[in-house]
């Protein structure tokens, strides 16, 4: 069964960098698009970036510019690469899998159908 597990989490002031990744213990065909959401206290979970398998990536506005998403195909492994970090990126980070409906990746969390547990992100200022 194909498992997501995220890791690289943790507490930093704003203007730091973290780097998440999430290996794959298997991989879905279904996978077409893999993609970084976020959802902080008392929010609705939000898209971040997306990548599909041509490695064409989609971003939110709010973190374009600062935010890298990628994966190493062969080693099964997404990364999100997270600069110039503010306050308001505080938020629990998960991985997903999901599919590619002809209109690219995109940011919908109903597209998305494997999730992983999700690790923490804490900015402070």
């Known amino acids: 069964q194909a498992q997501l597990m995220e890791s690289g989490g943790g507490s930093v002031r704003a203007g730091g960098s973290l780097r998440l990744s999430c290996p794959a213990s298997a991989y879905r065909d279904s996978w077409k698009c893999m993609g970084w959401f976020r959802q902080a206290p008392g929010k609705e979970r939000e898209g971040v970036a997306a990548i599909d398998n041509g490695a064409k990536t989609t971003y939110v506005d709010s973190v374009q510019g600062r935010f890298t998403v990628s994966k190493d195909s062969a080693k099964k492994i997404l990364y999100l690469d997270m600069n110039s970090l503010k306050p308001e990126d505080t938020a629990r980070y998960y991985c997903?899998?999901?599919?590619?409906?002809?209109?690219?990746?995109?940011?919908?969390?109903?597209?998305?159908?494997?999730w992983g547990p999700g690790t923490q992100v804490t900015v402070s200022s």
């Open positions: 997903a899998g999901g599919m590619n409906y002809g209109l690219g990746c995109r940011l919908r969390v109903s597209e998305y159908h494997d």
